[in-house]
């Protein structure tokens, strides 16, 4: 699967979707650590990639704004990152990259939420 990673995101997680084989690249790499979220969620789209933070401001764009990007929120910290990786490896395998395409899950500890996204208007 190809994925965006936020500037928010840990190094340590996308050095792990890396290890599993996934397309990742981190905005600092291609000059957005800058970028508002409008402007990274246009990029993820016209990449074709799935977008992954640790802000959880990108909920609002996407249900209220109607932004239709894929999105995987990270409810992520020190202390947790070996249990969302795990949750996160549940999703690769449970969902298929278009699933994740259009719609945003929450992961935390040990369980993620997943919510079809319904406008699609902007894919």
Excluded: C, W
């Amino acid at each position: 699967m190809k994925f965006l990673l936020d500037q928010d995101v840990y190094l340590i997680t996308g050095e792990f979707l890396k290890k599993l084989r996934q397309d990742v690249i981190l905005v600092s790499e291609i000059g957005h650590a800058q970028s508002s979220d409008q402007e990274l969620l246009t990029i993820a789209r016209n990449t074709d990639r799935i977008f992954i933070t640790r802000d959880r401001d990108f909920g609002e764009l996407i249900f209220l704004k109607k932004y239709s990007v894929g999105v995987i929120y990270l409810r992520i910290l020190p202390s947790t990152i070996q249990s969302v990786h795990h949750e996160l490896e549940e999703i690769l395998i449970s969902y298929k990259e278009n699933d994740l395409k259009n719609g945003f899950v929450v992961v935390e500890p040990g369980r993620h939420r997943f919510r079809k996204l319904k406008d699609s208007e902007h894919r």
